[in-house]
T-cell receptor, first 116, second 110 residues
Framework: DGGITQSPKYLFRKEGQNVTLSCEQN?????MYWYRQDPGQGLRLIYY???????QKGDIAEGYSVSREKKESFPLTVTSAQKNPTAFYLCASSIPGRGGSRNIQYFGAGTRLSVL | KQEVTQIPAALSVPEGENLVLNCSFTDSAIYNLQWFRQDPGKGLTSLLL?????REQTSGRLNASLDKSSGRSTLYIAASQPGDSATYLC?????????FGSGTKLNVKP
């Protein structure tokens, strides 16, 4: 079955440590996204990528980094510069552009990151 | 910048009731609007997608409408069931970015 796989489900970060969240998709989508969700709030865009080897900052990119070396993979690194990393992180993919009726955004199950 | 607002933030209804969730957005230049369901601690599941040229979409007991000129969408749920309890989020797409509301948390009481 096609879908988006995020790992791990739970992640703990020590102070000063960088951690990487994995996102893999087999939907053959060009566009991929990383969002952060805090309790009772909507999703805020961290980074997005429309094509391999290219990505853009979203609204809250500070303290995060990404790479897009393969179409299927879009890992997110939460760096030590992110002082408040505790949140639920969601990865998504879609067809770029208008896409018509196929232009649905699909989501992974999420990774919950906590600080030790 | 696009701002998306959802009202109410929470809603509790008895089973069997019909209900309406509201979503408003500030920039009408959207590609589409999507309604999602989110269960606690889970990812988002797409419910309905309305293209900017469409007025409504239906799936089972769900009906979503879109009035792009006024910046509003509604999600109508008919004959609500306890299994409908979840948080419902709307998102609009401007170019290559999606903007989300903060959601409506729905509780359907048996």
């Amino acid at each position: 079955d096609g879908g988006i796989t995020q790992s791990p489900k739970y992640l703990f970060r020590k102070e000063g440590q960088n951690v990487t969240l994995s996102c893999e998709q087999n939907l053959n989508h060009d566009a991929m996204y990383w969002y952060r969700q805090d309790p009772g709030q909507g999703l805020r865009l961290i980074y997005y990528s429309q094509i391999v080897n290219d990505f853009q900052k979203g609204d809250i990119a500070e303290g995060y980094s990404v790479s897009r070396e393969k179409k299927e993979s879009f890992p997110l690194t939460v760096t030590s510069a992110q002082k408040n990393p505790t949140a639920f992180y969601l990865c998504a993919s879609s067809i770029p552009g208008r896409g018509g009726s196929r232009n649905i955004q699909y989501f992974g199950a999420g990774t919950r990151l906590s600080v030790l | 910048k696009q701002e998306v607002t959802q009202i109410p933030a929470a809603l509790s209804v008895p089973e069997g009731e019909n209900l309406v969730l509201n979503c408003s957005f500030t920039d009408s230049a959207i590609y589409n609007l999507q309604w999602f369901r989110q269960d606690p601690g889970k990812g988002l599941t797409s419910l309905l997608l309305i293209q900017s040229s469409q007025r409504e979409q239906t799936s089972g007991r769900l009906n979503a409408s879109l009035d792009k000129s006024s910046g509003r969408s509604t999600l109508y749920i008919a004959a609500s069931q306890p299994g409908d309890s979840a948080t419902y989020l709307c998102a609009v797409r401007n170019f290559n970015k999606f903007y989300f509301g903060s959601g409506t948390k729905l509780n359907v009481k048996p």
